[in-house]
């Protein structure tokens, strides 16, 4: 699927990978909606893309929220033809601690917001999605796009919630792939490793150095720019579906 005239739903659209991602896709000629809790920062980020961007904030795992927000979408724009799940929160916690066991609704909200808020979207976007005219021989409608995270595969000390949340992104993608084919629509995970995101990007350089540290090559945290250019890499690919891409470096998480 091309990028330029298509339309993106993207959520964390309002910074970090998903803002580099709507850049990417602006640049490349298409039109986003970013959907994120901070609406001031998404307000500042839409400025920023121009007319072809809108938003709306909310929360992914929010049925009704999201769902005004695709129809919102859909009156600006006409359409959904990709949607690109990015957003997600972390939190580190050991199974039992000092103070006790890991508070259950730590966990719990962990997940609902990383795997359940991302199901929530992408079922929604492929609903609006079928309905679109094919855009290639193949008879393509659409692209799904989530984000795991190298935890899924590599989760270290204290990110039972984190590693549980991102590997059932990796665990429902081929299932989901293998609904949605016959309306035409691919769903693909990329799981990133250390990207020098917001977050990351304040952190001291004794946090930052060993990660780079184990780093295979380059040896540096990654660009979200090289985040969007795989996600654009995926769209414009049509016969990648089902599929989990590690985009880390070669990096592997000790324990």
């Given at each position: 699927?091309d990028l330029a005239n298509r339309v993106a739903f993207i959520t964390g659209g309002a910074s970090g990978l998903g803002l580099a991602t709507a850049r990417h896709f602006v640049a490349a000629g298409a039109k986003v909606f970013l959907y994120d809790l901070?609406?001031?920062?998404?307000?500042?980020?839409?400025?920023?893309?121009?007319?072809?961007?809108?938003?709306?904030?909310?929360?992914?795992?929010?049925?009704?929220?999201?769902?005004?927000?695709?129809?919102?979408?859909?009156?600006?724009?006409?359409?959904?033809?990709?949607?690109?799940?990015?957003?997600?929160?972390?939190?580190?916690?050991?199974?039992?601690?000092?103070?006790?066991?890991?508070?259950?609704?730590?966990?719990?909200?962990?997940?609902?917001?990383?795997?359940?808020?991302?199901?929530?979207?992408?079922?929604?976007?492929?609903?609006?999605?079928?309905?679109?005219?094919?855009?290639?021989?193949?008879?393509?409608?659409?692209?799904?796009?989530?984000?795991?995270?190298?935890?899924?595969?590599?989760?270290?000390?204290?990110?039972?919630?984190y590693a549980a949340s991102k590997g059932g992104i990796v665990a429902m993608t081929l299932p989901i792939a293998r609904d949605l084919a016959k309306r035409g629509i691919r769903v693909v995970t990329v799981a990133p490793g250390v990207f020098e995101t917001?977050?990351?990007?304040?952190?001291?350089?004794?946090?930052?150095?060993?990660?780079?540290?184990?780093?295979?090559?380059?040896?540096?945290?990654?660009?979200?720019?090289?985040?969007?250019?795989?996600?654009?890499?995926?769209?414009?690919?049509?016969?990648?579906?089902?599929?989990?891409?590690?985009?880390?470096?070669?990096?592997?998480?000790?324990?």
């Amino acid at each position: 699927m091309d990028l330029a005239n298509r339309v993106a739903f993207i959520t964390g659209g309002a910074s970090g990978l998903g803002l580099a991602t709507a850049r990417h896709f602006v640049a490349a000629g298409a039109k986003v909606f970013l959907y994120d809790l901070n609406a001031a920062a998404l307000e500042q980020a839409a400025a920023t893309l121009g007319e072809q961007a809108a938003w709306s904030a909310g929360d992914v795992a929010d049925e009704l929220a999201v769902q005004e927000a695709i129809a919102k979408a859909q009156a600006r724009f006409g359409t959904l033809h990709i949607n690109v799940n990015s957003a997600g929160i972390g939190g580190a916690a050991r199974t039992v601690g000092r103070d006790g066991p890991m508070p259950l609704q730590k966990f719990e909200h962990i997940v609902r917001v990383n795997l359940i808020g991302t199901f929530n979207v992408l079922r929604l976007c492929a609903e609006a999605m079928q309905t679109n005219e094919p855009v290639s021989e193949d008879g393509e409608r659409g692209v799904i796009v989530n984000v795991a995270s190298i935890a899924a595969f590599d989760g270290q000390t204290g990110q039972a919630g984190y590693a549980a949340s991102k590997g059932g992104i990796v665990a429902m993608t081929l299932p989901i792939a293998r609904d949605l084919a016959k309306r035409g629509i691919r769903v693909v995970t990329v799981a990133p490793g250390v990207f020098e995101t917001p977050l990351l990007a304040q952190a001291p350089d004794e946090v930052k150095e060993p990660l780079i540290a184990i780093t295979q090559f380059p040896k540096r945290l990654g660009h979200p720019d090289e985040f969007a250019q795989e996600v654009a890499h995926i769209v414009n690919c049509g016969y990648i579906n089902g599929e989990t891409i590690r985009l880390d470096a070669g990096i592997r998480m000790p324990a």
